[in-house]
């Protein structure tokens, strides 16, 4: 069963930083980051591929970094300049032939 564990949320004021960590138990293809503020739908923020190639969204370009080591089967996302709305459960996802994969969440709460 594949499992990804994600690690590194927490209570930050507005402009500054915190690194989320995301082990897989295997080797994925494509991970991501996706957050989902209260009551809002669970929306991309950044994935990469083995090879490296990203995505990001508009909202945080250029403030946040995608980063992975295939080795560790660890993806990072470095947030910096962080906002309020940035607030959120931050979720890792990996798709594995045709299921897609889910950690637990992990909060990250940005105060003005």
């Known amino acids: 069963q594949v499992q990804l564990v994600e690690s590194g949320g927490g209570l930050v004021q507005a402009g500054g930083s915190l690194r989320l960590s995301c082990t897989a138990s295997?080797?994925?293809?494509?991970m991501g980051w996706y957050r989902q503020a209260p009551g809002k739908q669970r929306d991309l923020v950044a994935s990469?591929?083995?090879?490296?190639?990203?995505n990001y969204a508009d909202s945080v370009k250029g403030r946040f970094t995608i980063s992975r080591d295939n080795a560790k089967k660890t993806v990072y996302l470095q947030m910096n300049s962080l906002r309020p709305e940035d607030t959120g459960v931050y979720y890792c996802?990996?798709?594995?032939?045709?299921?897609?994969?889910w950690g637990q969440g992990t909060q990250v709460t940005v105060s003005s």
């Open positions: 295997v080797s994925i293809f494509s």
């Open positions: 990469i591929t083995t090879s490296g190639r990203t």
């Open positions: 996802n990996g798709g594995v032939g045709h299921s897609d994969y």
